[in-house]
């Protein structure tokens, strides 16, 4: 994958990201502090918590295929610096209580689930694309095989 797709896919990722956090944001919200009330700066959050978690996915991207288990080793070690990202930015935030052990694990715990969509979402586009792919390449097959015959 050249610098350009992966950065597109970055891209992506980072829309992706800004739709789930704010859908877990408003759940997260409902359950524990449904009385709050925000300003217009609110809306601000899920595209710093986004951009923030695209930052550790960069450690994904080699310019060699990777095997295997380099991928799987660099898919964990995404999902503990985003872990840790979205961690950091939340005890940073007077706005998230967490002083409260439930907020905390909350949070983590939505931050594996939104990890998780993502990875169903991609493998999704994925599968999509290879199948275009796949009945693009019978497609120009299809005039060789009325050659033969």
């Not at 809306?43 to 951009?51: E, R």
């Not at 080699?62 to 095997?67: I, N, V």
């Not at 979205?86 to 931050?111: G, P, Q």
């Not at 999509?128 to 060789?144: D, G, I, R, S």
């Amino acid at each position: 994958m050249s610098l350009k797709e992966f950065l597109m896919d970055k891209l992506m990722l980072f829309f992706t990201l800004s739709t789930l956090i704010t859908i877990g944001i408003w759940i997260l919200g409902s359950i524990l502090d449904a009385e709050t009330l925000f300003g217009y700066e609110a809306f601000l959050s899920p595209l710093m918590f986004a951009g923030a978690c695209v930052l550790p996915t960069l450690v994904t991207y080699s310019k060699q295929e990777l095997s295997v288990k380099q991928l799987i080793i660099r898919k964990i070690l995404q999902f503990f610096l985003i872990e840790a990202v979205v961690l950091c930015i939340a005890f940073c935030s007077e706005a998230i209580h967490t002083e409260e052990v439930r907020t905390v694990v909350m949070l983590a715990v939505s931050v594996c689930v939104i990890y998780a969509v993502v990875h169903v979402i991609e493998w999704v586009q994925d599968s999509l694309q290879a199948q275009k792919m796949t009945a693009e390449l019978l497609k120009l097959q299809e005039p060789e095989k009325e050659d033969r015959e």
